[in-house]
């Protein structure tokens, strides 16, 4: 928790902890019943939300921090009125309970305010783990769970596992794991309500919806195999090449050949035919 953030919850502090203790002070020497003292609280929890102390998350952790040690700093100032009155005389009884439950709530509001704050997710870093989300489709996240910040935007590293954790729990992201990254796919629920929850038109999809468009090169001619000399050895592609004073249409010579002067001749050797004398 950064320094402006303590300082927020100390002036806090010191601007409503003195209408909260002044409200235990009355309803312990005013109405001399523990029931009523719930009436102070719920008082003090009315002018809190009265005059809107919990905008951000901050003031909402001071809220159930003060609330919660107001609580316990009561049992405990009537566990030690009844404890000191063995030993103290009842005026003085009083008076020191009520100076411990002040000191008390003051330390422990503190504690708690900071506790809770890094327990609880500021509304703008859950839009931006939304607004990524949405618009790659995809996520990715590094299982470290220490103050460190996400690779892609500007939001703790263990707010990005937590909130994908949510959406995951509701079957709006698939998620995989894998050399200790976590890897987070939106489904078509996701989708639709992470739409709603940005309140985006339905032009917009994720990148991995875009269809890529591939700018194909024209083709040039095919290059020409580079001359080989007859005079080196022979390759392994020579049974393709055609003799080197063969001239002529390939085309043409494909058959009978181009001349047109056919000749027939007898056949030769064994059961060939005697020659007329």
């Not at 601007?15 to 003292?37: A, D, E, N, R, T």
């Not at 609880?120 to 460190?148: C, Q, S, W």
């Amino acid at each position: 928790m950064r320094f402006s953030s303590i300082k927020n919850c100390l002036s806090k502090i010191k601007c409503i902890s003195v209408f909260s203790h002044l409200s235990i002070y009355l309803s312990i020497y005013l109405f001399q019943s523990v029931h009523h003292i719930y009436l102070s609280i719920y008082l003090y929890m009315f002018v809190l939300v009265k005059y809107a102390f919990f905008y951000d998350t901050v003031s909402l952790c001071l809220l159930i921090s003060i609330y919660l040690s107001i609580y316990l700093s009561i049992y405990l100032s009537i566990y030690l009125s009844i404890c000191f009155s063995l030993f103290i005389s009842i005026s003085v009884c009083p008076y020191l309970s009520i100076y411990l439950s002040i000191y008390l709530s003051i330390y422990l509001s503190i504690y708690l305010s900071i506790y809770l704050n890094n327990m609880l997710m500021p509304k703008k870093n859950r839009v931006a783990i939304y607004e990524h989300l949405f618009k790659e489709g995809v996520m990715v996240a590094k299982k470290d769970f220490t103050g460190v910040k996400h690779p892609e935007i500007d939001v703790p590293n263990l707010h990005v596992i937590k909130a994908l954790q949510s959406l995951k729990s509701r079957a709006f992201v698939n998620e995989q794991f894998a050399w200790r990254h976590y890897y987070w796919y939106l489904t078509n629920e996701g989708i639709q309500y992470l739409r709603d929850f940005l309140h985006l038109p339905s032009e917009i999809v994720p990148a991995t919806l875009k269809r890529q468009t591939r700018t194909e090169a024209t083709r040039g001619p095919r290059p020409k195999a580079p001359e080989v000399t007859r005079g080196g050895p022979p390759t392994d592609r020579e049974y393709r090449r055609a003799p080197a004073n063969m001239s002529g249409d390939k085309k043409a010579d494909v058959g009978a050949g181009s001349s047109t002067d056919f000749q027939f001749r007898a056949g030769f050797g064994r059961g060939r035919a005697p020659q007329p004398q």
